[in-house]
């Protein structure tokens, strides 16, 4: 791997930048997006001084969703291994929505699948006017059940079954009207907003703001019991090996319709 699939820099005000970066596919997540999180997520949280975290992708869009490729490629070996994949792709959201600083997600182009859990996950969300979203896990045979409980959290259940059964895409106006996102801008612009809503929440005291995003956590449906996140993580890694999952993702491949559209 010539280039990292996840930068950080942190400027002296303790204002970190964690950037997706595999522009070539658009930020699709594979091993190494989810591992760079992970390691992003070690480095801050060990920082005397952090004060927010903006996360932005590289490129043209924002996150694209899963790397099918490496999900047929992840779905042919063990169950073992489907759920260690599911387990650590979970945990670095769950990571994030847990960091004990704001956290400013901010977001250009496609913003698909496992973005839309990402995002759901931040406590901040601007949109650039081109975003667009979709939650299209089922258009392949798989589930989203790992990022369903940000998801709830985010635009409420009654929305998540409208778009996560329907796949269909949406903009970022209605992103906003269902509570996705917080604010729209043009795109030209998205980096300002983020620089205005950083210097509002650097006006704040940091200690009250992690016991205050702490306190909210609490109420909110993001905030599973390890059991049942435990039966998402199965459950997600054994729906990626199942023969719904090999047609869609097959079709996916053949760039055909799944079998089961008529």
């Known amino acids: 791997m010539n280039e990292e699939a996840v930068l950080r820099s942190v400027d002296p005000r303790g204002v970190a930048?964690?950037?997706?970066?595999?522009?070539?596919?658009?930020?699709?997540?594979?091993?190494?997006?989810?591992?760079?999180?992970?390691?992003?997520?070690d480095e801050l949280g060990a920082r005397p001084g952090l004060r927010v975290v903006i996360l932005c992708g590289a490129g043209k869009h924002f996150q694209a969703g899963a790397d099918l490729k490496w999900i047929q490629r992840?779905?042919?070996?063990?169950?073992?291994?489907?759920?260690?994949?599911?387990?650590?792709?979970?945990m670095a959201v769950h990571r994030l929505k847990t960091l004990?600083?704001?956290?400013?997600?901010?977001?250009?182009?496609?913003?698909?699948?496992?973005?839309?859990?990402i995002i759901a996950a931040c406590d901040v969300v601007i949109a650039a006017d081109d975003a667009m979203f979709s939650i299209t896990e089922t258009r392949w045979g798989l589930v989203a059940g790992i990022i369903l409980p940000q998801l709830a959290d985010a635009i409420g259940v009654r929305?998540?079954?409208?778009?996560?059964?329907?796949?269909?895409r949406f903009g970022a106006h209605e992103a906003r009207r269902i509570?996705?996102?917080?604010?729209?801008?043009?795109?030209?612009?998205?980096?300002?907003?983020g620089e205005r809503l950083v210097a509002q929440i650097l006006q704040n005291a940091p200690e009250a703001n992690a016991q205050t995003k702490a306190a909210a956590l609490e109420f909110a449906w993001g905030s599973v019991t390890d059991a049942v996140l435990g039966r998402l993580i199965a459950d997600h890694g054994a729906k990626r090996r199942s023969a719904e999952a090999t047609e869609g993702l097959a079709s996916f491949a053949e760039k055909r319709p799944a079998r089961w559209f008529t």
Do not use: K, W
Not at 18 to 36: F, K, S
Not at 74 to 90: F, L, Y
Not at 179 to 193: C, F, M, W, Y
């Open 17 to 41: 930048t964690v950037t997706l970066n595999r522009p070539g596919v658009n930020n699709a997540y594979d091993e190494t997006i989810i591992q760079g999180l992970h390691e992003a997520i």
């Open 74 to 90: 992840v779905a042919a070996q063990s169950a073992e291994e489907n759920e260690r994949v599911s387990r650590a792709t979970a």
């Open 100 to 117: 004990p600083v704001p956290t400013l997600a901010l977001v250009q182009g496609g913003c698909f699948g496992g973005g839309t859990g």
């Open 159 to 168: 929305h998540v079954r409208r778009y996560a059964l329907s796949g269909e």
């Open 179 to 193: 509570g996705l996102v917080h604010e729209v801008v043009p795109i030209a612009d998205l980096h300002t907003a």
